[in-house]
């Protein structure tokens, strides 16, 4: 009789574990394969609270990291996986790219995963409406990005008696005294994005938000052949002087290292940058200023990272991916990331104590160029117009930037017919 009790209660607990353990299967142990280009010290930073994230919740993550700021080899990996027919779970796509992906029919719907946690009040409409396709969620937002900003060092400026510039005519005055002062005026990196990021920022500044929107976003044949363009061009090609000769292959966060040392005065870059000054232990206001770029501080252009997810066959890393998407959207991950990556949180209504003043003057703009209509996308981070076009207006201005003998004329000319790429 003992004995037979004894066989049956090992007869249960041999139940249990193997209940357990098939519960265990079904709610855990799927893996993630991420890609992204947050290699820098402030990304990286930010990337591993991604990690964190999904770990904690018991997936397994695979970095698929591609070096190049801007993202433009990541999206040349990422296209030859997916045709390969060996897509990662998600990748970092964004803007109108993203709907050339869901075009292609490989990525999955997260309608229940957005359903379920209320994303259609979460995130901002202008920002939703970018993460669907055909009315589906195809890809979480992850924050918000400012590109417009002037980064400075403050004791630079001080030792060299130069005011922070507002304006453009300003900036150039700037520059000269910092130059008399025996530092590197603006402090530029040297990859085609880096310039056409510079551009965005003298375009929106010489021509406003409306020259901004119809040459840059709408690709308006008018104002591309404009004066106002021209100036643009012009301008552009004077801030060059004041950069340094060994900018070319220089990498962005190089260029932040720089303006961190002193070595230069001035960075214009979205506040990824300000994830370098982070990184390094610098403090806003005190080690390294951040203001609006020249002649921009009633607008905004802006940059959202975001993970499209791909469709996967393997159930367990369906679900992994599910977490993903979920995770992303959560404040305490909203928080945590942004902190690092020197955005703001995409998600709204979220507490900004932690946040420094450079992200509440963006958070602050962010709703207020909003209201008045003076928020437009970044076409240097493809968020204003398809990558064919992006792509060769990028590649005119770069040339434009490293060769001396192009004319504005020229340069001018060849930007209106890239913008007709399709
Ligand atoms: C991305 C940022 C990234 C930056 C530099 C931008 O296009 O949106 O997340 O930090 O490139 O790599």
Known sequence: MRKLIDIKKTLVAAATVLLTATAFAQTTGGEVEVLHWWTSGGEARAAAALKQQLQQQGHTWRDFAVAGGGGDNAMTVLKSRVMAGNPPSAAQIKGPSLQEWGELGVLTNLNDV???????????????????????????????????????????????GARVPT????????????????????????????????????????????????????????????????????????????????????????????????????????????GEFIAAGRVPGRDFGCVAAPGTANAFTFNVDSFAMFRLRNEANTRAQRDLANAILSPEFQEVFNLN??????????????????????????????????????????????????????????????????????????????????
């Open 114 to 160: 957005a359903r379920a946690g209320n994303w259609d009040n979460l995130v901002p409409r202008v920002i939703g409406d970018i993460m669907k396709h055909n009315g589906n969620w195809i890809a979480v937002p992850v924050n918000v990005h400012r590109v417009n900003w002037l980064w400075t060092n403050p004791e630079v400026f001080r030792r060299a």
């Open 167 to 274: 304006n453009w005519d300003e900036f150039f005055v700037a520059a000269e005294a910092l130059r008399r002062a025996g530092v590197i005026p603006l402090a530029h990196g040297g990859q085609n994005w880096q310039d056409f990021t510079l551009f965005e920022s003298v375009a929106l500044g010489v021509g406003g938000t409306d020259f901004y929107r119809s040459a840059l976003v709408q690709l308006d044949q008018t104002a591309l052949r404009s004066a106002t363009m021209t100036r643009v061009l012009e301008t552009f090609r004077r801030v060059k002087a004041h950069t340094d000769r060994n900018a070319p292959g220089r990498d962005w966060n190089l260029a932040t290292a720089m303006v961190i040392r002193g070595e230069a005065g001035m960075q214009l870059m979205g506040d990824w940058a300000k």
């Open 341 to 422: 990556k020197g955005s703001i949180p995409v998600r709204l209504n979220m507490n900004l104590e932690r946040f420094d003043e450079c992200a509440r003057m963006s958070s602050r703009d962010f709703v207020e160029t909003s209201r008045r209509g003076t928020l437009v996308p970044s076409i240097a981070h493809g968020m204003a117009v398809r990558s064919a076009a992006s792509g060769a207006m990028q590649d005119v201005v770069s040339q434009f930037w490293n060769d001396d003998r192009v004319t504005v004329q020229n340069a001018q000319e060849r930007l209106a017919r890239a913008a007709q790429t399709r």
